[in-house]
T-cell receptor, first 113, second 118 residues
Framework: DSGVTQTPKHLITATGQRVTLRCSPR?????VYWYQQSLDQGLQFLIQ???????AKGNILERFSAQQFPDLHSELNLSSLELGDSALYFC????????????FGPGTRLTVT | AQSVTQPDIHITVSEGASLELRCNYS??????LFWYVQSPGQGLQLLLK??????LVQGIKGFEAEFKRSQSSFNLRKPSVHWSDAAEYFC????????????????FGKGTKLSVKP
């Protein structure tokens, strides 16, 4: 158990809908990262937050957004969902920004039908 | 651009045999390197990391990896594989920091799936 929690574990929704994925980092970690894992693209970095502020953006679509709250939990919002958004979404956390040593949650499997 | 290459998509070894998983990286400076393992339906677990110093690093579950700058490689090894080692293994490099050094995301290879024969 990495100490990073993600909810829900599974999510099935229809095209065009909007969903919110939630992540709680390890106790004491200030930085949260979101990654998408799909069969064709592999593990892709989406976005990073540090202590409530956005720090880095990767291959994140404009339909996707995230935030980190004062209690340091983070939410990833996916809207206007398409079939291609079906993937495993991981959250990871680290002590601070730039340390690279990240601990991953169990992931949320999103299925868009 | 930074990248990580894992040349082997799938490897099968017999239980008790030795294992080496290959990883090559492309990076403009001294890299921070990682190996993660993902069991079916699970998240990624950090096996080991290299930041600097001794080029042979020890990790959990009996794994080790050797950083070879001249070959841009960071291969993962285990002397004797157990059936429970069957999983997918990912090599990753820390992304080059932007100005100010506040970025910390990882760039992953495509992964190597390990199967273990009894």
């Amino acid at each position: 158990d990495s100490g990073v929690t993600q909810t829900p574990k599974h999510l099935i929704t229809a095209t065009g809908q909007r969903v919110t994925l939630r992540c709680s980092p390890r106790s004491g970690d200030l930085s949260v990262y979101w990654y998408q894992q799909s069969l064709d693209q592999g593990l892709q970095f989406l976005i990073q937050y540090y202590n409530g502020e956005e720090r880095a953006k990767g291959n994140i679509l404009e339909r996707f957004s995230a935030q980190q709250f004062p209690d340091l939990h983070s939410e990833l919002n996916l809207s206007s969902l398409e079939l291609g958004d079906s993937a495993l979404y991981f959250c990871a956390s680290s002590v601070d920004s730039g340390t690279y040593e990240q601990y991953f949650g169990p992931g949320t499997r999103l299925t868009v039908t | 651009a930074q990248s990580v290459t894992q040349p082997d998509i799938h490897i099968t070894v017999s239980e008790g045999a030795s294992l080496e998983l290959r990883c090559n990286y492309s990076y403009g400076a001294t890299p921070y390197l990682f190996w993660y393992v993902q069991s079916p339906g699970q998240g990624l677990q950090l096996l080991l990391k290299y930041f600097s110093g001794d080029t042979l690093v020890q990790g959990i579950k009996g794994f080790e990896a050797e950083f070879k700058r001249s070959q841009s490689s960071f291969n993962l090894r285990k002397p004797s594989v157990h059936w429970s080692d069957a999983a997918e293994y990912f090599c990753a490099v820390g992304a080059l920091m932007n100005y100010g050094g506040s970025q910390g995301n990882l760039i992953f290879g495509k992964g190597t799936k390990l199967s273990v024969k009894p």
